[in-house]
């Protein structure tokens, strides 16, 4: 009796063990599988990352400014965006323009906070347009308006069904009936939108997937210090204005090479520790919610 009761201990013990080391195996497996926990933050590529604007509320006083988490530079509001909830955005808050007279202005400091001619260039956000209601409209412009004489821009022009990553400089620029993606911007959708220059190349990517390369051998843009429109291009002339919103928006003095553009696809926010003596940040400010 007392060696069947023995027996009778063991193979619970055994059972028990079994279902303990499986458990295990499978948390294990699974954290193996999806590559990182649940709560992860995927980083943004850092290398030559010069101008990061989150457009979360902590950055963003909506009838005054939005500042750049990396340099303290601020994007001054003109007309009346909206600070969009979470909920509408795709990481943490972002802004809305109404396509009408909403945009944002950055301009650099003296002394300069970012002076540099433009070698290369990628520009970078999240868009997510509501309608299409004129010809040229900026998403992103770096530019040198009324001159329009250096140019990277992030754009669309529903007039002649195309959208693409504009350059202008030394004098030659995209041929847009022949350079850009030939039909209209997608609307009421989250786009991640890529564009890149090194002088010689211009490449244009959307959601990750390379859509546009093409020739465009101008040589540097031209230009000391930073002149950006968000939402239309750098004079406010309310004519190039968008209608929906934006978020996540990146500047990077270097090219992105395509895994670099599908990992900024992902991204939650900067892979930094508090720490870092090349950001200004918190890690607050970083720690994005994914949408």
Same mark, same amino acid.
């Given at each position: 009796?007392?060696?069947?009761?023995?027996?009778?201990?063991?193979?619970?013990?055994?059972?028990?063990?079994?279902?303990?080391?499986?458990?295990?195996?499978?948390?294990?497996?699974?954290?193996?599988?999806?590559?990182? *926990?649940?709560?992860?933050?995927?980083?943004?590529?850092?290398?030559?990352?010069?101008?990061?604007? &989150?457009?979360?509320k902590?950055?963003?006083?909506?009838?005054?400014?939005?500042?750049?988490l990396?340099?303290?530079l *601020?994007?001054a509001?003109?007309?009346? *965006?909206?600070?969009?909830?979470?909920?509408?955005?795709? +990481?943490?808050?972002?802004?809305?323009?109404?396509? $009408?007279?909403?945009?944002?202005?950055?301009?650099? %400091? &003296?002394?300069? &906070?970012?002076?540099?001619?433009?070698?290369?260039? $990628?520009?970078?956000?999240? +868009?997510?347009?509501n309608?299409?209601?004129?010809?040229?409209?900026?998403?992103? %412009?770096?530019?040198?308006? *009324?001159?329009?004489?250096? +140019?990277? %821009?992030?754009?669309?022009?529903?007039?002649?069904?195309?959208?693409?990553?504009?350059?202008?400089?030394?004098?030659? %620029?995209?041929?847009?009936?022949?350079?850009?993606?030939?039909?209209?911007?997608?609307?009421?959708?989250?786009?991640?939108l890529?564009?890149?220059?090194?002088?010689?190349?211009?490449?244009y990517?959307?959601?990750?997937?390379?859509?546009?390369?093409?020739?465009?051998?101008?040589?540097?843009?031209?230009?000391?210090?930073?002149?950006?429109?968000?939402?239309?291009?750098?004079?406010?002339?309310?004519?190039?204005t968008?209608?929906?919103?934006?978020?996540?928006?990146? +500047?990077?003095?270097?090219?992105?090479? $395509?895994?670099?553009?599908?990992?900024?696809m992902?991204? &939650?926010?900067?892979?930094?520790?508090?720490?870092?003596?090349?950001? $200004?940040?918190?890690?607050?400010?970083?720690?994005?919610?994914?949408?």
């Amino acid at each position: 009796m007392i060696k069947k009761e023995s027996v009778r201990r063991q193979k619970a013990s055994y059972l028990n063990n079994l279902r303990f080391f499986t458990t295990t195996f499978l948390i294990l497996s699974l954290l193996v599988w999806t590559g990182q *926990p649940a709560d992860a933050i995927i980083g943004a590529v850092e290398d030559g990352l010069i101008a990061y604007w &989150t457009f979360d509320k902590d950055t963003v006083k909506i009838k005054t400014e939005a500042v750049d988490l990396l340099s303290g530079l *601020p994007a001054a509001v003109h007309g009346d *965006p909206e600070l969009a909830p979470a909920g509408d955005c795709k +990481v943490g808050e972002c802004v809305l323009f109404d396509g $009408s007279v909403d945009r944002f202005l950055v301009e650099d %400091s &003296t002394p300069p &906070t970012i002076d540099r001619d433009w070698d290369e260039i $990628s520009l970078e956000c999240w +868009v997510f347009i509501n309608a299409l209601d004129d010809s040229w409209n900026r998403i992103i %412009s770096l530019d040198d308006m *009324p001159t329009n004489s250096a +140019v990277a %821009s992030l754009y669309y022009d529903d007039d002649d069904n195309q959208h693409g990553f504009f350059v202008r400089a030394g004098g030659k %620029s995209t041929v847009a009936a022949q350079d850009n993606v030939l039909e209209d911007i997608p609307l009421e959708e989250w786009l991640h939108l890529v564009g890149t220059y090194d002088g010689d190349t211009v490449h244009y990517y959307v959601n990750g997937k390379l859509e546009k390369k093409y020739a465009m051998n101008g040589g540097k843009i031209s230009k000391g210090g930073l002149l950006l429109g968000i939402g239309d291009r750098s004079d406010g002339c309310d004519c190039d204005t968008i209608q929906g919103y934006i978020d996540e928006l990146r +500047v990077y003095e270097r090219v992105l090479t $395509s895994a670099e553009v599908q990992n900024n696809m992902k991204a &939650t926010g900067l892979d930094v520790s508090p720490s870092a003596d090349h950001l $200004s940040v918190t890690w607050g400010h970083i720690k994005a919610r994914r949408r």
